[in-house]
């Protein structure tokens, strides 16, 4: 079983495969590094599905990698 996890090219990330891959946190840090302005805002896929925009995923780890180095 192949456990990697690769973000697209572009398009949209579900919220849950960011919480599990991308930034393990729980749904309420996410919810309030968000409101913060510390995390992209989500775009809304369907009724009850939010994704993220990989270019806004790119940058927010961008912006990681920049700060700890």
């Given at each position: 079983m192949n456990t990697t996890f690769?973000?697209?090219e572009t398009g949209?990330?579900?919220e849950k495969d960011?919480?599990?891959h991308i930034?393990?946190?729980?749904?309420?840090t996410?919810?309030?590094?968000r409101r913060q302005g510390k995390f992209?805002?989500?775009?809304?896929?369907?009724?009850?599905?939010n994704?993220?925009?990989v270019e806004d995923l790119r940058g927010?780890?961008?912006?990681l990698e920049a700060a700890n180095t």
């Open positions: 690769t973000l697209p949209l990330v579900r960011v919480l599990r930034a393990p946190v729980a749904r309420s996410l919810w309030h590094w992209p805002a989500p775009c809304k896929m369907g009724d009850n599905t994704g993220y925009r927010w780890l961008a912006g």
